[in-house]
């Protein structure tokens, strides 16, 4: 799959049919429904964005406003586009538009194992601080990091 002319874009209620089937072919039972999206885009504080190639969603990601803190709910890739950079791209934008807002402090949960996304977030500078036990389904611990913009 060519990454030419991938755009990053602010997500919008005509993306939540394509999300919401990346997002199940990326989390399956536990994955965000469209109406769930459709909730997060009414909510002020949340900000998503998509990345998109040829009118199509090829990925998406958002976080939470809070207080002077970004909370990054989600980040996800469709699988024919992973390891091109485009999740790159998608956290890029989400830091700079944290920036632009005087955020100060960024922060995600990921669960133990997901090496992909783990190693993503290392290399944005995200730093380990926590660990919640068995967050994930009673079973899988999250891991909490931390990056100060
Ligand atoms: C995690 C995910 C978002 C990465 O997206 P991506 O577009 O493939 O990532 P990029 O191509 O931008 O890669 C950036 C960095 O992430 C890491 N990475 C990405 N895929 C990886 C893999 N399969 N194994 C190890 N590291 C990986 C690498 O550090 C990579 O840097 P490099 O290219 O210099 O090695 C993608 O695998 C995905 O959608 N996974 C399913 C959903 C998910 O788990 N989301 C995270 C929830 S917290």
């Given at each position: ?13 005509e993306h939540i049919e394509q999300i919401a089937a990346i997002e ?10 469209g ?15 998509v990345?998109v190639?040829?009118n199509s969603v090829i990925g998406y ?17 469709e ?71």
């Amino acid at each position: 799959m060519d990454t030419q002319n991938i755009r990053i874009e602010k997500m919008k209620f005509e993306h939540i049919e394509q999300i919401a089937a990346i997002e199940k072919a990326c989390f399956g039972q536990n994955a965000w429904s469209g109406a769930l999206f459709y909730s997060e885009l009414l909510d002020g504080n949340k900000h998503y964005f998509v990345a998109v190639k040829n009118n199509s969603v090829i990925g998406y990601g958002g976080y939470a406003h809070i207080l002077d803190e970004a909370h990054i709910m989600n980040i996800a890739v469709e699988g024919a586009y992973r390891k091109k950079g485009v999740s790159s791209s998608i956290l890029t934008h989400l830091l700079q538009d944290a920036r632009k807002r005087n955020i100060r402090a960024v922060t995600l949960e990921v669960r133990e194992g997901n090496d992909a996304a783990i190693s993503l977030y290392q290399k944005f500078g995200f730093k380990l601080e926590g660990v919640r036990k068995n967050y994930y389904e009673g079973k899988h611990n999250a891991l909490i990091y931390w990056k100060i913009l």
